[in-house]
């Protein structure tokens, strides 16, 4: 992911699960993330601080897709 994202293992606050998730941030990227969210049928988002928005995606399906893509489509730049 050429910008700031990743996937990663989200541990609940209360110890009672996890879950895996590929997030993305975004300065002003609530217009892209609506579009994401549409395109994959799932998602949330959730706005921070100083116009950042995130994407985070957890369904296991969609996260296929998102690897599926990723190995389709590799990076461009020095994080490949």
């Known amino acids: 992911m050429d910008a700031e994202g990743c996937f990663n293992?989200?541990?609940s606050k209360n110890n009672k699960?996890?879950?895996l998730r590929f997030i993305v941030d975004q300065q002003n990227g609530l217009p892209l993330f609506n579009q994401l969210e549409n395109l994959?049928?799932?998602g949330s988002i959730y706005a921070r601080k100083n116009s950042?928005?995130?994407f985070a995606l957890t369904k296991l399906d969609k996260l296929a897709l998102v690897i599926e893509y990723f190995n389709t489509y590799?990076?461009?730049t020095k994080k490949n």
């Open 40 to 42: 994959l049928g799932s």
């Open 52 to 54: 950042n928005y995130r």
């Open 9 to 11: 293992v989200y541990v």
């Open 17 to 19: 699960g996890i879950s």
């Open 74 to 76: 590799t990076l461009r």
